[in-house]
């Protein structure tokens, strides 16, 4: 048996499919964004010199002239840009820090924070995933200042995402730092992978939620989608 040909084989399927027969299905693995052991043994500065090399490198394969103005800076933006900016939601160090302060107007009821703008991208071929993440919550005894729940989905969007896992995990923080199982998180976002490419359908959105404690019942979830609808 040729091993070197099954070893590839291995590396290149997910629960007996292979990459090409999955094709552009939407698959992962884990509720955590999936990370190597030493992902942080590199500081932030050797991140960027090794990206804008390797950008540069797929540049050239495509036949770019990396001597003209316009692109002889790129590798360096584009490496700036995943370690600082897009994907800067893998660095633990970036989580936000989150207070939380006593509920002393003892308001019992949900607090929805609507039209959150939300930019993440896709794990399977790093293009944009776009659109407006809704999340709620009923109060323990303590409050959260409402741009936190802003810092809080834009930290887990800023990493190659799948819009499941962005969902969940966003909800798994809330439930963490708000100490209730009374919170609700809605995603609606457009995939560009989608859009741009592929099937090229610039209409669809994706929609994915998750309803927890109170919420996870027919009265919380028509009232929560009332307030979404106005």
Partial sequence: MNTNTTSKTNENSFNGFSTEAIGDDHLFTNLDTPMKP??????????????????????????????????KGTPDRVAKMYVEEIFSGLDPKNKPKVT???????????????????????????????G?????????????????????VQYYAKRPQVQERLTNQIANELKTVLETENVAVIIDAKHLCVSSRGVKDDASTTVTTYYGGEFNTASKIVELQNYLKN
Avoid at 48 to 62: C, H, P, Q, W, Y
Avoid at 104 to 109: L, M, P, V
Avoid at 113 to 125: A, P, Q, R, W
């Fill in 38 to 71: 030493n992902a942080f043994e590199m500081s932030n500065d050797e991140k960027k010199n090794r990206v804008a090399i390797l950008f540069s490198e797929i540049m050239d394969v495509l036949g770019l002239d990396l001597n003209d103005d316009s692109l």
């Fill in 100 to 130: 939380l302060f006593e509920n002393k107007y003892q308001y019992n009821q949900m607090v929805v924070e609507k039209n959150i703008t939300l930019y993440s991208n896709c794990e399977h071929h790093f293009v944009p995933i776009i």
């Fill in 132 to 152: 407006k993440a809704h999340v709620a919550y009923k109060s323990s005894g303590k409050v959260i200042g409402l741009s936190k729940l802003n810092r809080i």
